[in-house]
């Protein structure tokens, strides 16, 4: 119990170990992942009390007080409702013994420390973490010109001089347009499945 403390007032119990897929079954993140929708753990730390687990759909933060409680507080975080951001990744000194992957999910910072011989591995994580933050960047902006692109059509529409009776078919044809291209559109840049990039990255 005293070594459980002095872990605590070290620090030390905040240092996590890269959990491998063999004992993904073993950690609690797992029974909060929705085997059923198909989703899938691709990277996962644990240290004495918090689990970080990344899955294609979200990142699950099983979230204990401290190394001695066993009160656990699930935090789950889509990846299609929050965007990663702020993706740093701090190598270790020659005194350090651990190593950080820094990245924020919407406005909530976040600072896993790891072991550092574990480096290899953070890597990985690291260049999926920065290669999704970039790619749904770059989504929001073309969902943004889309939707700025269906305004200006809209506006040329009221501004146009037809009579009244053509106006109201024109608008009937641009909102079935617009619900369906916006829909399509969205449907190919608004990204809910990252397995793919994990895949591409993580080399477990």
Known sequence: MLKKFAADALGLSDIGKIIGPE?????????????????????LIKTKADEYCFTNLAFIHVDGENATSSKRT??????????????????????????????????????????????????DLYKALLYIAERTHENGIILDMASQSLDKAVSVLQNSRIDQANIAEQYRELTEFSFSWLNNTREKYHEKDFGAVFEKYINN
């Not at 073993?26 to 198909?38: L, P």
Request: glycine share 2%.
């Open 23 to 43: 004992d993904y079954d073993k950690t609690d993140a797992d029974d909060y992942v929705r085997h059923e929708d198909n989703e899938k753990i691709y990277f």
């Open 74 to 123: 699930l935090k789950r975080y889509p990846y299609s409702q929050y965007k990663f951001s702020n993706v740093f990744l701090e190598t270790a000194g020659r005194v350090d013994i651990d190593i950080e992957i820094k990245f924020s999910l919407g406005s909530t910072a976040y600072t896993i420390d790891v072991r550092k011989d574990e480096i290899e591995k953070l890597k």
